[in-house]
T-cell receptor
């Protein structure tokens, strides 16, 4: 069965610091990869997605992620975080054509302090 | 376009009762999935319905069931509620031609 691992449970950063959140998945076939964000009291929103092509994908709010197939990784990055980035971040994967269920990591809580 | 709508937003139920949650997908989306979100387990897949048929199922007991109507609206039912069923229940809809899922705000169920 597929699984997704997010290495950091809680990350605390100062404003303007750089962010990298790790995500590894276990599945050897074709994957679709996603990062979702959940701001306090709000619904899950898609930050970015990778289906194929350029392994470096850019999303909303200055986030980007790099798909490294050999490492089964899809790490999320942002060069300079803001207080408003405080949220929970979820990495997710589904396979093939995308009609399989999304499998989520357990999430990383990001706290950005002034 | 309107997003995924879940009702009600909050529910408090007593152990042993049953509950029904509702989800209206984005117009044109025929796939509806349900997830349970808890602090300890994260988001866990319950089931997916597509064109009124259950297409995928997660590892939850038979107390958790669902259905989908011809207008793609979906309901999820939990019978004989247990304290451990307290969670945020999320619904997601997607079109069959795309892998991206869109989530509703969830129904927070508290079992006392």
């Amino acid at each position: 069965a597929q699984s997704v691992s997010q290495h950091n449970h809680h990350v605390i950063l100062s404003e303007a610091a750089s962010l990298e959140l790790g995500c590894n998945y276990s599945y050897g076939g074709t994957v679709n990869l996603f990062w979702y964000v959940q701001y306090p009291g709000q619904h899950l929103q898609l930050l970015l997605k990778y289906f194929s092509g350029d392994p470096l994908v850019k999303g909303i709010k200055g986030f980007e992620a790099e798909f490294i197939k050999s490492k089964f990784s899809f790490n999320l990055r942002k060069p300079s975080v803001q207080w408003s980035d405080t949220a929970e971040y979820f990495c997710a994967v589904n396979t093939g054509s995308g009609n399989t269920p999304l499998v989520f990591g357990k999430g990383t809580r990001l706290s950005v302090i002034a | 376009k309107a997003g995924v709508t879940q009702t009600p937003r909050y529910l408090i139920k007593t152990r042993g009762q049953q509950v029904t949650l509702s989800c209206s997908p984005i117009s044109g989306h025929r796939s509806v999935s349900w997830y349970q979100q808890t602090p300890g387990q994260g988001l866990q897949f319950l089931f997916e319905y597509f064109s009124e048929t259950q297409r995928n199922k997660g590892n939850f007991p038979g107390r958790f069931s669902g259905r989908q109507f011809s207008n793609s609206r979906s309901e999820m039912n939990v019978s004989t509620l247990e304290l451990g069923d307290s969670a945020l229940y999320l619904c997601a809809s997607k079109s069959n031609s795309e892998a991206e899922a869109f989530f509703g705000q969830g129904t927070r169920l508290t079992v006392v």
